[in-house]
């Protein structure tokens, strides 16, 4: 929805933004039901029943194993891992014991274990909290791309997926079938995507003591609110120093993921904010006249309990783009429709919806409308 424009005025949106539309839409299809090989090590006291102390051993490791693979591949869900815990052995699909020894009255079992880490963070997603409030908001398609490092992509969903349901925004975690280059352009709502790549393979860092892995990784995650819209992008890397190449890798894939997500929604306004209410991004507040005048329009909005200024930018053209967070619980789209019918004395108002829960405002000096007399035209003249 777009309220009417009353001044065509030039976008301060950085063009760069624009050059990501080319690569959009060439997201190839994946899956992402990945398997991963996890080294795990328990110690356990004996006991007179030997059969006992190695099968609380074998449990103890697997669930380790489980830890260790929820912590490379979506650390976002650590917290949620007492819900599977008892069924660790339900998770590994195959496993072989690397060491089996006895030594001061304690049992040592190493394992390498094959986790089914695809099943085992779709069952903890199932886990989150329910969206408590859509107010009818389209889901936003999520999907992934890591050049190299396909099993990445997972995290990096697990960690949009949580950044979003904290924000009460219905998602769709894209998999194979939905994430083609087709199914992109034809989904009906707005979409969330990743592209990125594994810079250079996980190595060994020569010299340290112990051995250290290290990963870099680039990427970029890109939102569309729909096909006519250009994508607002946030870019940047991930780099990772481990004792084991899985660890390192886990370490860029969580530097790329909730932090360059929430810096995107932070400074594209997206998403509004946990627990409700609307982000307001104003531009043309030129004095602290206008500040104040704006500032009793929006405490007389509908339902607005409290406004809180939250950023303050300087764009190119040296005018200020300022954060107000309004607590609210009416929709965006009926705030906007009222502050456009709100009469400011000496402005007029351009209100543009950029997210679910996200507006924006360009105020404008009634001064600087063209008038609505012909150039040369005397006004007392018939």
């Known amino acids: ?63 380790q194993a489980l830890e260790q693979s929820v912590e490379q591949a979506a650390p976002e869900l650590r917290g949620r891992l007492y819900l599977v815990s008892a069924r660790a052995r339900e998770f590994v699909k195959s496993y072989r014991v690397i060491e089996d020894s006895e030594q001061d009255g304690r049992l040592s079992l190493k394992i390498a274990a094959q986790v089914d880490v695809a099943r085992l963070v779709r069952e903890l997603q199932a886990a989150l909290p329910k969206t408590r409030r859509t107010d009818g ?34 998602t769709e975690i894209g998999k194979s079938e939905n994430c083609t280059d087709s199914a992109v352009a ?36 890109q939102y569309v609110t729909d ?78 309990a409290r406004i809180e200024p939250r950023r303050f930018l300087l764009s190119e053209s040296g005018d200020e783009l300022v954060h107000f967070q309004l607590t609210t619980t009416t929709p965006a789209e009926t705030l906007g429709t009222a502050l456009y019918r709100t009469p400011i004395a000496g402005l007029r108002v351009q209100v543009t919806p950029v997210g679910p829960s996200t507006l924006r405002l360009e105020c404008i000096s009634a001064q600087e409308l063209p008038s609505a007399e012909p150039p040369g035209t005397d006004a007392g003249t018939p």
């Open 137 to 170: 908001r389209p889901k936003i398609l999520l999907c992934a791309r890591v050049t190299g490092a396909e099993t990445a992509a997972l995290g990096l969903l697990t960690a949009a997926a949580d950044v979003l349901q904290q924000r009460d925004q219905p």
């Open 1 to 63: 929805m777009l309220f009417r424009v009353l001044k065509p005025r030039v976008s301060h949106r950085p063009v760069l933004l624009g050059l990501f539309v080319a690569t959009l839409w060439l997201l190839p299809g994946r899956a992402f039901s990945q398997e991963m090989q996890i080294e795990a090590a328990v110690q356990v006291a004996l006991q007179d029943d030997a059969a006992k102390t190695r099968s609380q051993a074998l449990s103890d490791a697997m669930t």
């Open 186 to 221: 034809s989904w009906p709502g707005p979409r969330l995507l990743f592209d990125g790549s594994l810079v250079t393979k996980v190595a060994e860092v020569r010299g340290t003591s112990p051995l250290l892995w290290s990963a870099l990784l680039r990427g970029s995650w």
């Open 227 to 304: 096909g006519s819209s250009p994508p607002l992008s946030e870019a940047g890397e991930g780099v990772g120093f481990a004792e084991q190449p899985d660890a390192a890798l886990a370490q860029a894939v969580t530097q790329l993921g909730r932090p360059l997500l929430l810096r995107l929604a932070e400074r594209q306004g997206l998403f509004g904010r946990p627990g409700g209410g609307v982000l307001l991004m104003a531009s043309g507040l030129r004095s602290p006249s206008v500040m104040n005048k704006l500032w009793k329009a929006l405490l007389a909005l509908p339902g607005v």
